[in-house]
């Protein structure tokens, strides 16, 4: 999530499935108003949300359901690496 402009906030969510996906994809995106909804969502499940402005600026022009590129995949990584710690943590 970043916030641009005018104080409006981006989102962008990803997915990745362990042997269906070869990259995580686009799941979500939006600004705004839908940027709010998709944070809420992931709050109200529990997902982990981390702000990368950069990240999201560049993860924001794929279109849904698009693989993240590969100039990507490292930051992406740590970001899953850092979900599963705090997911792991939280779980005890």
Same mark, same amino acid.
């Given at each position: 999530? !970043?916030?641009? =402009?005018?104080?409006?906030?981006?989102?962008?969510? #990803? /997915?990745?499935? @362990?042997?269906?996906?070869?990259?995580? +994809?686009? !799941?979500?995106? =939006?600004?705004?108003?839908?940027?709010?909804?998709? #944070? /809420?969502?992931? @709050?109200?499940?529990?997902?982990?949300? +981390?702000?990368?402005?950069?990240?999201?600026?560049?993860?924001?022009?794929?279109? #849904?359901?698009?693989?993240?590129?590969?100039?990507?995949?490292?930051?992406?990584?740590?970001?899953?690496?850092?979900?599963?710690?705090?997911?792991?943590?939280?779980?005890?």
């Amino acid at each position: 999530m !970043t916030r641009t =402009g005018k104080d409006r906030k981006k989102a962008v969510a #990803l /997915r990745y499935q @362990e042997g269906k996906d070869s990259a995580p +994809r686009v !799941t979500a995106k =939006g600004e705004g108003a839908v940027a709010e909804k998709i #944070l /809420r969502i992931a @709050e109200e499940a529990g997902i982990s949300i +981390r702000e990368d402005k950069d990240l999201v600026e560049v993860l924001s022009r794929l279109d #849904l359901d698009a693989e993240i590129p590969p100039d990507t995949y490292t930051i992406v990584a740590e970001i899953l690496a850092w979900v599963y710690r705090m997911n792991k943590s939280r779980n005890g």
